[in-house]
Nanobody, 115 residues
Framework: QVQLVESGGGLVQAGGSLRLSCTAS????????VGWYRQPPGKQRELVAA???????NYADSVKGRFTISRDNAKNTVYLQMNSLLPEDTAVYYC?????????WGQGTQVTVSS
């Protein structure tokens, strides 16, 4: 059973920073893609950023230049560094691991940005 555990969420003022971590119970290998998604209150879940095994990344337009996704395969962990946070970044953040035709989700971590 693959498990993902997110951490690092919390309450921060606008303009502040947080770093989220997603640690997998299985090794992260070169063909794994890991993504960070978020679900604001009353809205659908959306992709924030993703990183492929080779290190290629993509970002939602709303976070480009502010968020950075990275991975440490030795620690089975993917990070999301979030800078210059805005109130509209408030959401539950989830990580997703794609392994072949399967995907796995973490339980989510709350990020609240106050104005």
């Amino acid at each position: 059973q693959v498990q993902l555990v997110e951490s690092g969420g919390g309450l921060v003022q606008a303009g502040g920073s947080l770093r989220l971590s997603c640690t997998a119970s299985v090794p992260l290998v070169s063909d794994n893609t890991v993504g960070w998604y978020r679900q604001p209150p009353g809205k659908q879940r959306e992709l924030v950023a993703a990183i492929q095994g080779g290190g290629r990344t993509n970002y939602a337009d709303s976070v480009k230049g502010r968020f950075t996704i990275s991975r440490d395969n030795a620690k089975n962990t993917v990070y999301l560094q979030m800078n210059s946070l805005l109130p509209e970044d408030t959401a539950v953040y989830y990580c997703r691991l794609e392994v072949g035709m399967y995907d796995y989700w973490g339980q989510g971590t709350q990020v609240t940005v106050s104005s």
